[in-house]
C-alpha cells in the first residue's frame, strides 16, 4: 500500500502513522522526522531546513523533494510506504506523481485527518517529543510518559518542539490552509482521498483510519 497522510499540524499524523504502519507493514515516512534527524546531526541539509521549520514556512521545494525521494527509493519502501507530511503543496504532490508514475505505481489512498482547530492547538501545546528520536511523542495530559520528562521508548529526554510556541503555530496553521490543503483537492480529483475524524482516544482513530483504507477493516 502507497498512502499519504494529510491533516494540520498537531492532528495527530505522527502518532496514527506510527501505529498504521506496524498493522500495515510499511515503513512511516515523515519529512519532518527526516529533518529533524538532519538538524541534531548537523548535517547541511539540516542547516538549509532549520530557519524555515523554526519559522513554521515549508522547506524549500528542492531540498524537501530531493530527501523524499532519496527516503522512498530505499529497499524497505519497494512494497509501499506511509508518507507523513509529505506532500505539502502541489508541486510535491505533482513530483511524487510524477515519480511513482516513472515506476509504473500509484498512491493507493490519501488519508485526511480532521481536527477542528481548538484542538489542534491544545494538542501542539502540550506536546514532548524526545531527543534521541522526534518519532516519540508525548502529551503532557493526553498520554504523559511513565516518568515525567522521560521518553518510555527509549530514556530520551522529553523536550517542547521549537516551532511549536504560540505563535509559529499560527504561521503553521496558515501555511496549512493555502500550501497543503489545495493537495486535498487534487487528491479527489483522483478519486484517492478518505476523510476521517481524528477525535477521540488514540485507538479509535486508528480503527477508524483502517476501516476506511481500501482493501482493510
Ligand atoms: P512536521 O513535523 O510534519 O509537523 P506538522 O505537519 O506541523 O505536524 P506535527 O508534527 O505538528 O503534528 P502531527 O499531526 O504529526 O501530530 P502528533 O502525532 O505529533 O513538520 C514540521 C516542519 O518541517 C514544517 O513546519 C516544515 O517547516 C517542515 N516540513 C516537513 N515536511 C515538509 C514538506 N513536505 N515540505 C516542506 N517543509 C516541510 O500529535 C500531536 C500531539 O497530540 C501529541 O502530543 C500527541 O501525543 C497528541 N495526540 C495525538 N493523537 C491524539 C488523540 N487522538 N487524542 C489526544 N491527543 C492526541
Ligand atoms: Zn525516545
Not at 522521560?150 to 496558515?174: F, K, M, P
Request: hydrophobic letters at 35%; charged letters at 25%.
Amino acid at each position: 500500500m502507497r498512502i499519504v497522510l494529510v491533516g494540520p499540524p498537531g492532528a495527530g499524523k505522527g502518532t496514527q502513522a506510527a501505529y498504521l504502519a506496524k498493522n500495515l507493514a510499511i515503513p512511516h515516512i515523515s519529512t519532518g522526522d527526516l529533518f529533524r534527524a538532519n538538524i541534531s546531526q548537523g548535517t547541511e541539509l539540516g542547516k538549509k531546513a532549520k530557519s524555515y521549520m523554526d519559522a513554521g514556512d515549508l522547506v524549500p521545494d528542492e531540498v524537501t523533494i530531493g530527501m523524499a525521494k532519496d527516503r522512498m527509493s530505499q529497499p524497505d519502501a519497494v512494497n509501499g510506504f506511509l508518507l507523513d507530511g509529505f506532500p505539502r503543496n502541489v508541486s510535491q504532490a505533482e513530483a511524487l506523481d510524477g515519480m511513482l508514475t516513472a515506476e509504473g505505481m500509484r498512491l493507493d489512498a490519501v488519508l485526511d485527518l480532521e481536527v477542528p482547530e481548538d484542538e489542534v492547538v491544545k494538542r501542539i501545546a502540550g506536546r514532548r517529543i524526545c531527543r534521541n528520536d522526534s518519532s516519540h511523542v508525548f502529551h503532557v495530559s493526553y498520554s504523559p510518559p511513565k516518568t515525567e520528562g522521560v521518553c518510555d521508548v527509549c530514556g530520551g529526554e522529553l523536550y517542547q518542539r521549537q516551532d511549536d510556541s504560540e505563535e509559529t503555530v499560527r504561521t503553521r496553521l496558515d501555511v496549512y490552509h493555502t500550501q497543503t490543503e489545495p493537495i486535498i483537492d487534487y487528491y479527489k480529483a483522483q478519486g484517492l482521498v478518505v476523510t476521517i475524524s481524528a477525535l477521540g482516544k488514540v485507538a479509535e482513530v486508528t480503527q477508524r483510519a483502517m476501516d476506511a483504507l481500501p482493501g482493510k477493516g
